[in-house]
């Protein structure tokens, strides 16, 4: 398993992997939705912003951030791929690129709803805090913050 920043070249096997998760996030629901999340993620390599775990060639895990908020804004395991800590490496790769003073913020599902279960223990377990309660996507999330 490799984890390394994403390169345009890998765009294909990374949208294979949204289109296996794309059920557990808001604002993926169709085509035009998912044009534009693979036009994101474009920026996001372009920018140094796109973590990937790679088993062979094939995609198996994703990570978006953003450097100048010091925010997560998307995480994704390959089903078949999951309990082997390839989350918890991202997202500490990840964290080489932040800015350590300031406090790390990600933003998940709500309490209660079964698509954030996992990932609010995920992010729990991380010494991630919750935080305020707000809105994505037209989709109700509550802000989970990695105090530095």
């Known amino acids: ?22 059920e557990n996030f808001p604002g993926l629901e169709n085509k035009e939705a998912l044009e534009e999340h693979r ?27 953003l ?12 089903a078949e791929f ?6 918890e490496k991202m997202v500490s790769y990840m964290l080489t690129f932040m800015d350590p003073q300031r406090d790390v913020v990600v933003t998940t599902y709500r ?16 010494g991630f805090v919750e935080g305020q309660l707000t809105e994505e996507f037209g989709s109700p999330v509550q802000e989970f913050v990695l105090k530095r």
Do not use: P
């Not at 765009?11 to 296996?20: A, E």
């Not at 450097?67 to 390959?78: G, I, P, R, S, T």
């Not at 999951?82 to 989350?87: K, L």
């Not at 996992?118 to 377990?125: E, N, Q």
């Open 1 to 22: 398993m490799k984890i390394e920043l994403g390169r345009e070249c890998d765009i294909g096997h990374w949208m294979l992997l949204v289109d296996k998760v794309k």
């Open 39 to 65: 036009n994101a993620v474009l920026d996001f390599i372009s920018k140094k912003s796109a973590i990937c775990a790679k088993n062979g060639g094939k995609i198996v895990g994703a990570l978006l951030f």
């Open 67 to 78: 450097k100048e908020h010091n925010m997560l804004c998307f995480l994704a395991v390959d």
């Open 82 to 87: 999951r309990r082997q800590h390839i989350a």
């Open 111 to 126: 309490e209660g709803v079964q698509e954030g279960i996992a990932a609010r223990a995920f992010y729990k377990r991380l």
